[in-house]
């Protein structure tokens, strides 16, 4: 029985060819070359004493649908930028999650303007190398891999040519085994998902689970853990602090808050 997932990986590649007719890769790889240099993502994450923040620009998700009427991706990032988010997580894709390239190209130029040099990472399902440039082409200084949507030269291919355009790759972890296929990459930067794609269940403990099989806190070959979806405010960051979590990636909890701003300086004190 197909899923949500499958919809949504056998539209992307639908998507993916359709943009490569409009804009060829020779032109995207240009843009790429030209765009503003990447800014440290994970030394951003990294704190002695707390948590950091990722929070993101998030319009609506194809399970809730839309969760913010009024959406204003610029002044919502700018409300992350001045309340201490560490980075700003934007979701690009169009269908299921009403995001948008665009956004993450204007967000970085509207933050820069106003002396804010918070980095962005372009959140959405890549499995092309078209994507990776196209990310790097609008500004982007991270960006996310699902490894539960990739296989293992994929999955390497696409992290090593991240790498190489002077991004980092947060990889995106749910299971024990997906964790092992992204350390023996050498990703120095993953994510564990607390929802299931498949299913979209939530549950926080998935973290706890699965961070198991990292690395001693304080063993340099630990990577930097992001905790993601399912946090819904800071009472649970000192059970993901116990766990050896780094940074939380929030967004549904911070974009339906009454107050955004005080929801992110709560989240981002950890």
Known sequence: MATILDEIFAHKRTEVERQ??????ERVQELAAA??????????????????????????????????EKFEPLDLALTYAENGAAAISVLTDVRFFQGSLQYLRNIRQHLTERGHATPLLRKDFLFDAYQVYEARAYGADALLLIAGMLDDP??????????????????????????????????????????DLHSFSVDLHTTERVAAGLPAVGDQRRPVLV????????????LLRSWGV?????????????????????????
Request: charge should be neutral; glycine fraction near 8%; avoid cysteine.
């Open 154 to 195: 994929s999955l390497a291919e696409l992290h090593e040519l991240t790498l190489a355009l002077g991004m980092a790759a947060l990889v995106e972890v749910h299971t024990a085994m997906e964790l092992t296929r992204t350390l023996a990459l050498g990703a120095t930067l993953v994510g564990i998902n607390n929802r």
């Open 35 to 68: 765009a503003p240099a990447p800014r440290p993502f994970a030394a951003a994450l990294r704190h002695p004493e707390r948590l950091t923040l990722i929070a993101e620009v998030k319009k609506a998700s194809p399970s809730k649908g839309v969760l913010i």
């Open 20 to 25: 490569r007719r409009k804009v060829p890769l």
């Open 246 to 270: 780094d940074a939380i990636l929030v967004g549904e909890s911070i974009v339906v808050a009454a107050d955004p701003a005080a929801q992110v300086r709560e989240l981002a004190q950890g």
């Open 227 to 238: 905790a993601e979806s399912g946090i819904g405010g800071a009472g649970d960051l000192p």
